[in-house]
């Protein structure tokens, strides 16, 4: 009897033993083929300027959506908050990064020129100005000569708001400035922290609608239209794309595919935009999201042929003005640092 059971606890450990083999076989089968499928995906990091809001929407409608992945991409999207998407760029760590043209001067006129491309424009126009409070006299340019201003002491900034100030008629030096530390623009224009402010309409105007503040803004592109630059934009690694142009094209082709659904269904790409938040910066602000997508979808192709053109005038136009006012340690020629041959 004791024999007996012996050999029968041989047989069954030497049955679960095969059991045990042939699962881990399997499992090392399924690991291998998860690892092949990967394998096939072209990895992609793309860096966002800020954290996510509606400029973004389209890269996130794009990866829910399955666009990327239709491409053949793996597109991992980040936000680092101690690092510029600039540098991210530049430096290789991301091959593709959300950027403006006014701030991208920088990098084409230093010792050491950064290797970046403007690629596609998420926004067709300059949607930023001045907001103020209703009736204090800054519905033009010329109302802010004895009137605080919050600056981020950009040398760009404070030209722009000088060339429209004293072209409208009023005196620059009269202008107080202080330095912008504001996060909640209708907030501190009510407390009378401050009497203006520099915002991007599609999130600071939408949100003073939401908090039924009364205000007055105007658009810097409606008072020169050399201020009609382009912001934000989507900038390249040079070395990458040089190095892999099909891949490039397919990505931006994915992007573009995103920001037309976003256009034609705004509310459904706000949403998408909330639940692929990871930064929990648009928790409370789901309000905000929806109607600024509401707005901001109308300005992805606004009046162009297709999203994502960059007109090469408009382009030149604002450069030329940086020349013609030294705001850049050289000059910097025309057609430098865009290109449309990757949009397919």
């Excluded at 794009?62 to 597109?75: I, M």
């Excluded at 430096?91 to 991208?104: L, N, P, R, W, Y």
């Excluded at 000088?162 to 224009?189: Q, R, S």
């Excluded at 692929?276 to 042929?305: C, F, H, P, R």
Aim: aromatic share 12%; charged share 20%.
């Amino acid at each position: 009897m004791k024999k007996f059971i012996a050999i029968l606890l041989s047989v069954m450990f030497l049955l679960s033993f095969a059991g045990c083999t042939e699962t881990n076989k399997n499992n090392e089968e399924a690991s291998t083929g998860d690892a092949d499928v990967s394998a096939d995906f072209t990895k992609i990091t793309f860096a966002l300027d800020w954290t996510p809001n509606t400029n973004h929407t389209g890269l996130y409608v794009a990866k829910e959506k399955g666009y990327f992945t239709e491409a053949g991409l793996d597109v991992d999207i980040v936000y680092v908050a101690d690092s510029s998407s600039t540098t991210l760029c530049a430096t290789g760590k991301a091959q593709f990064a959300v950027e403006a043209q006014d701030t991208m001067a920088a990098a084409f006129t230093s010792d050491s020129p950064l290797g970046i491309t403007a690629v596609a424009a998420i926004l067709q126009h300059n949607s930023s100005g001045i907001i103020s409070r209703k009736g204090e006299g800054l519905d033009t340019p010329k109302g802010l000569a004895g009137k605080t201003y919050s600056t981020w002491d950009s040398p760009i900034e404070l030209a722009m708001l000088k060339a429209v100030v004293e072209a409208d008629g009023g005196n620059f030096d009269d202008v107080t400035l202080i330095p912008n530390t504001i996060t909640d623009e209708p907030g501190a224009l009510a407390a009378k922290q401050t009497d203006a402010i520099w915002v991007f309409y599609g999130w600071g105007g939408i949100n003073a609608d939401i908090q039924s503040f009364e205000y007055d803004y105007f658009f810097f592109k409606d008072i020169d239209p050399v201020f009609d630059y382009y912001t934000p934009v989507i900038i390249g690694n040079n070395d990458y794309m040089t190095e892999n142009p099909e891949i490039t094209k397919s990505f931006l082709a994915a992007v573009k595919k995103g920001y037309e659904y976003a256009a034609e269904h705004p509310d459904e790409s706000a949403q998408i935009l909330i639940d692929s938040d990871n930064t929990g910066s648009l928790k409370g602000s789901e309000q905000l999201v929806k109607e600024s997508q509401t707005w901001i979808s109308t300005q992805y192709i606004a009046d162009a042929e297709s999203w994502g053109v960059i007109d090469a005038a408009r382009w030149n136009a604002f450069y030329n003005w940086l020349n013609d006012n030294n705001l850049v340690a050289k000059k910097i020629p025309e057609g430098t640092g865009f290109s449309n041959e990757y949009l397919s």
